[in-house]
């Protein structure tokens, strides 16, 4: 599968990024809840381990949250390659506007 990586810069320190995330996941699991099963999602320390299926693809991935930025690193599956750019904008995009 290939890989999607996406790094975000912040200022907030990283304790107040991992718990500003830990609200963003809240609210995208209550809005998209009906589309996404198999949710998976493991936190230790200021690292997120994640699965889920969504549309019949499977996504898992890995989101690291440092002093200075959030990574993450994923995997997404060929049949939503050509959707690539569109889902690395959006999450960038809502990443940026959590961390501000």
Do not use: C
């Not at 809840?33 to 997120?48: K, P, R």
């Not at 200075?68 to 889902?87: C, E, H, R, T, Y």
Request: avoid cysteine; proline fraction near 4%; hydrophobic fraction near 40%.
């Amino acid at each position: 599968m290939p890989a999607l990586t996406i790094a975000v810069p912040h200022q907030l320190g990283q304790q107040q990024a991992t718990d500003r995330l830990k609200e963003l996941l809240a609210k995208i699991k209550e809005r998209y809840g009906s589309q996404v099963s198999d949710l998976q999602e493991t936190w230790a320390d200021n690292v997120l381990n994640f699965a889920f299926k969504t549309y019949g693809f499977n996504i898992q991935g890995q989101l690291a949250v440092s002093p200075s930025d959030v990574k993450i690193d994923g995997q997404l599956p060929f049949a939503a390659m050509m959707f690539k750019g569109k889902i690395e904008q959006a999450i960038r995009d809502e990443l940026t506007k959590r961390l501000a």
